[in-house]
């Protein structure tokens, strides 16, 4: 829109030069051709902070589970369907910024069947294992770059995402709350509101739209990457 | 388009005053707020089958589980998740015609969490239980419609699918390919190839647009349904 665009040119370009890596949206984990285990996740938030970083001069590769959003202008956009892919996608480049946005599956099934499973039993158990942590691979690197995760939790959103900022060994973390809780929220909507964390520090970003959310965590993060200022 | 437009004119009315059921779409069951169990379908040949009986004069109610879909004109839309909404909202209303087009989860999660689940351990098993089926509920009706299910196979095609139509009692079935032999067609395609099978006899469509596709399974669907003629 032209509001969008005038407000553009007011953005500050404080990320020229940086390469960023973000990832967005669900991933699928096969059980067989046509059954798949996944997690909700529009992929808004994800490449909003895409064609935000984007905006003030980033370098952008996005690595999208499947969603239904079209590209932003002027990013790389590298399509994955598994968690397995979205890592080996985001190890390929990892940037000198890494965004953990995506609904990545926790689990998926321990071998994915290679033609439809016919089944007539009333129950049946699946055998789950576990999948790569992407954004831990990513913190654990030698040479990592400034790494920032995302935390949906449906109770205890601080204590829940600040556990898992530690754990990770993440720089930032994003909270966000989701399920019954989360009303007009999360998941499928145009609007978000986060608590952002790090280290010896905290700050609640109200519900907002998430083209400005973006920008917001992008001005938290700016403040505490090497070379950026304090806020 | 103008030539749909146009061939809409030439379209017969022959599905005047029938009241036709569709379901489209996957269906989703939770695991938690977070997590689900999902199959590929874009819902792209449940929606052209909607706009194709409208077209030739039904009264159509689309039963949808979650897609990126436009409505058709003129057709009444349930938006629902799980196999469980999609049966509820079917029956009260099954119509003169009903076509199972969606691909319902054959099984769920034996009881969702209310929270997130937390989960460190390297593999787990989850438990699963059947889900209704539409289908052979439908056709189990006292005051059945005529019934027409899809069999989405990756292999022995006509086989499996004319097992489905005794099984399940139906009146016709409509097979098609998916997987890796199914290149060019179903699930996000706008293409697809159909096998049609009834008691007695069976009708390849080939390859072509889902929009022309619906139109051709109709016509084999009047034939042979109660007051109509035969082709």
Redesign the interface.
Known sequence: SLVEGLAGLLRPRDFDGVAVTITAGPTREA??????????SSGKMGFALAAAARARGARVRLVAGPV?LDTPVGIERIDVESAEQMLESVLAGPGDLFIGCA?V???RP?LPA???IK?Q??????????NPDILAAVAGLAQRPFAVGFA????DLVVNARNKLRNKHLDLIAANL???RAEGRGFNSDYNALHVIWEGGDDALPLMRKSELAHRLLDRVRARMPNGEKV
């Open positions: 059980l067989d051709p046509v059954r798949f285990l996944s997690n909700h239904a609904a599956a926790d689990y321990g290679a033609e439809k089944k039993e009333a129950r049946i158990t699946l055998e789950l294992e576990r949906a939790e449906t109770q989701v399920g019954e």
